[in-house]
Nanobody, 125 residues
Framework: QVQLVESGGGLVQAGGSLRLSCAAS????????TGWFRQAPGKERELIAA????????YYADSVQGRFTISRDNAKNTVYMQMNSLKPEDTAVYYC??????????????????WGQGTQVTVSS
């Protein structure tokens, strides 16, 4: 069982930056794929970034490509997401999730079996 705790959310002006952290407990976390999801009010949850356990392979949704960077530090059992050039449409609750790599690759949402509680990101215009 892996427990995840997100931090780093907050209020920022458009064009600003935030770094989210996802701290994990559990020995198997270093072998898990980890993803960042977000859900805005009235919208479906979307996977915006993911990283394979070996840190080389990543995925980004088109909406964040070039602005967000996912990384992980296995020694600290932590995954980060650096968010730059934030836009008001990035406002959402951000969740990290993790699980063993599924057959569909990083975008296979069924593999994300452990979830954090979420952290709010609000971008003002």
């Amino acid at each position: 069982q892996v427990q995840l705790v997100e931090s780093g959310g907050g209020l920022v002006q458009a064009g600003g930056s935030l770094r989210l952290s996802c701290a994990a407990s559990g020995r198997t976390f270093s072998t898990y794929t980890t993803g960042w999801f977000r859900q805005a009010p009235g919208k479906e949850r979307e996977l915006i970034a993911a990283i394979k356990w070996g840190t080389i392979t990543t995925y980004y949704a088109d909406s964040v490509q070039g602005r967000f960077t996912i990384s992980r530090d296995n020694a600290k059992n932590t995954v980060y997401m650096q968010m730059n050039s934030l836009k008001p449409e990035d406002t959402a609750v951000y969740y990290c999730a993790a699980g063993p790599l599924g057959p569909g690759g990083l975008r296979d949402e069924s593999q994300y079996i452990n979830w954090g509680q979420g952290t709010q990101v609000t971008v003002s215009s």
